[in-house]
């Protein structure tokens, strides 16, 4: 294994600097780059191997013609974790092992890999690094499929903006909103814009559902509990309106095909106190254009009952998009859809998608989309952490300077 040291510019407000170094790395192979034939198998590298990382790279290496060679992570445990997991599924499908000279640790780990022969690298990573490990990916030449949210700050999600201009046209990034991928869901989005509902009023979107496991571990430093226990750090997550919830607000920008123009929230830690700073619950009213009025709640506390959809409300009819239970349209217009599984096959569909855009060289660039649906998300929790409305420009004008979580390597 490669122990990658401390490199103190690969913070975040330093990475400009090492992004230009990145950009005498290895590319990919030139012919992933410009195209390829479908019979040539990717050479895939994962950065961040945690829950999602895992489920991830199980899905490219199942469904496409890849193969999982490089792994990267802060921490030993979580490299040797992956690399069993993935060395059983790989061999199920008779595809190379991931050979242990492939693994890579520590801050610096993300550019070691980059610095090695991987022609796409998924970044798993937690919120506050996508930026920074997306830029040192997009500098060395590679394909990205990156998890949501795009950043933590807004200032993180306009870098995201500009660095998937200069991908444009060059290389595939998907970012992993998989629900834009399901039938059902894309059926109904479309009859909603089509006009089955009429003028769309008001909605309701929401998503509840219950805690999440602690990950602390007793005598780790207080910046390793924090680095493992990211999901409960304002900082590094975003909080979770926008490293959890924001998949409803992403239909809901889907739907209204936009972002809002403005928010009224409020919310806060009632339920689950016992770890990080992260808001247990969020209540948001978000103006799009047009004089749409969207009401946005969440939770992550709950026992019991959990559930997490969109609903539109026109003057024809109302558009229902649960996780789990019919698609449909009621009203004037209406349609249902056969299945109730409306997730299902949605990470396959698009991690399919993303590949074929590498093969075909019509390059898929997911980064503005997935950049709107963020800063979305933090108008959100900026207008509930305080209380007041707030605007989208005043988020621009204001709220644009980076978050820095202090970490020291
Ligand atoms: N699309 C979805 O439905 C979905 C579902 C779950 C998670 N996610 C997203 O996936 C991302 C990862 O979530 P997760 O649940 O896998 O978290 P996780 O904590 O299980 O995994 C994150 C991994 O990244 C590693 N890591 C942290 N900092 C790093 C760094 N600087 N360099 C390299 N590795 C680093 C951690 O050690 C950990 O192993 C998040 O952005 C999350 O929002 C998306």
Not at 253 to 282: I, M, S
């Amino acid at each position: 294994m490669k122990s990658s040291s401390s490199n103190p510019s690969w913070q975040r407000r330093g990475f400009l600097k090492t992004a230009v170094a990145g950009a005498g790395l290895v590319l990919a192979r030139p012919e992933t780059v410009f195209g390829s034939s479908a019979n040539s198998a990717l050479q895939l590298g994962l950065i961040g191997c945690g829950g999602r990382g895992n489920n991830d790279a199980g899905v490219f290496i199942r469904n496409t013609n890849t193969q999982c060679v490089a792994l990267a992570d802060l921490f030993e445990d979580r490299l040797h974790e992956t690399k069993d997991s993935l060395d059983k599924r790989l061999v199920n499908l008779e595809k190379p092992k991931i050979d242990p000279s492939r693994l890579y640790q520590g801050p610096g780990s993300a550019e070691a890999l980059l610095a090695s022969d991987v022609d796409v690298v998924i970044i798993t990573s937690p919120p506050y690094f996508h930026p920074h490990h997306l830029e040192l990916a997009v500098s060395a030449g590679k394909h990205v499929y990156m998890e949501k949210p795009v950043a933590a700050d807004t200032a993180g999600a306009l870098k995201v903006v500009e660095i998937g201009k200069k991908a444009e046209g060059k290389q595939s990034i998907a970012v992993g909103f998989q629900i834009r991928y399901s039938k059902e869901f894309q059926e109904v989005v479309k009859r909603v814009h089509e006009g089955a509902i009429g003028d769309i009023v008001s909605g309701m979107v929401y998503y509840h559902t219950g805690r999440l496991g602690s990950r602390f571990r007793q005598g780790a430093s207080d910046q390793e509990n924090r680095l493992r226990n990211w999901v409960f750090d304002q900082v590094l997550s975003g909080d979770i309106i926008v490293e959890q919830n924001i998949h409803v607000i992403d239909v809901a920008n889907w739907y209204l095909q936009g972002h809002p123009e403005k928010a009224f929230g409020t919310g806060g830690r009632k339920a689950r106190v016992d770890v990080g700073d992260c808001w247990d619950h969020f209540i948001v009213t978000y103006w799009y254009p047009n004089d749409v009025k969207i009401d946005f709640s969440s939770s992550q506390f709950l026992k019991g009952w959990g559930d997490c959809r969109e609903r539109i409300f026109g003057t024809k009819g109302t558009a229902d998009t649960p996780y789990t239970g019919n698609a449909q349209i009621t009203g004037d217009n209406e349609w249902k859809s056969e299945s109730t599984d409306n997730l299902g096959g949605t990470e396959s569909s698009k991690v399919t998608h993303f590949v074929e855009s590498i093969h075909s060289g019509k390059y898929l660039n997911e980064t503005a989309q997935g950049a709107e649906s963020t800063m979305t998300s933090i108008l959100g929790r900026i207008a509930a952490y305080e209380g007041r409305e707030v605007t989208w420009d005043e988020m621009l004008k204001d709220y644009s300077e980076p978050v820095d979580a202090g970490l020291k390597w």
